[in-house]
C-alpha cells in the first residue's frame, strides 16, 4: 500500500514540475467587463460599487422613462448620483450608441 501513495505522489509532482518548467499552464488574461448603461438589469447595475437595489431600479426606471442614456453624464438625472459618483462609475459603465443597441437585436 506504501508503494501506491509514493507512486502516486511521484507522479502528481511530475506532473506539476511539467506544467510549471515546461510553461505548460497558459498565461491567465483578465479583461474587463463593462456594463452597458442602457441595456444592464437592476441585477447586474447591483454588482457596480455604491449601487444597491434602490439606485439601480432608479437608473432602469429613469431609462424607461426618458429613454436611453446619451452619456454617462445623464446618470446625473438620477437624485442620489452626483458628478463624484459617476465619476467613480465610469471605469465600469459604457453607454452605447442606438446603432449599436438595433444590431444587437439582431
Do not use: K
Amino acid at each position: 500500500m506504501a508503494w501506491v501513495l509514493l507512486v502516486m505522489g511521484l507522479a502528481v509532482r511530475a506532473f506539476a514540475t511539467a506544467l510549471i518548467v515546461d510553461g505548460g499552464v497558459p498565461p491567465l488574461v483578465v479583461s474587463p467587463l463593462r456594463l452597458d448603461v442602457n441595456t444592464a438589469s437592476v441585477v447586474e447595475l447591483q454588482l457596480l460599487p455604491g449601487i444597491g437595489r434602490v439606485r439601480a431600479e432608479a437608473i432602469v426606471l429613469e431609462r424607461l422613462r426618458r429613454g436611453p442614456f446619451t452619456s454617462l453624464e445623464d446618470l446625473g438625472r438620477i437624485d442620489g448620483l452626483g458628478p463624484l459618483t459617476v465619476g467613480g462609475l465610469a471605469p465600469y459603465l459604457r453607454c452605447s450608441s442606438p446603432e449599436d443597441r438595433a444590431g444587437a437585436g439582431r
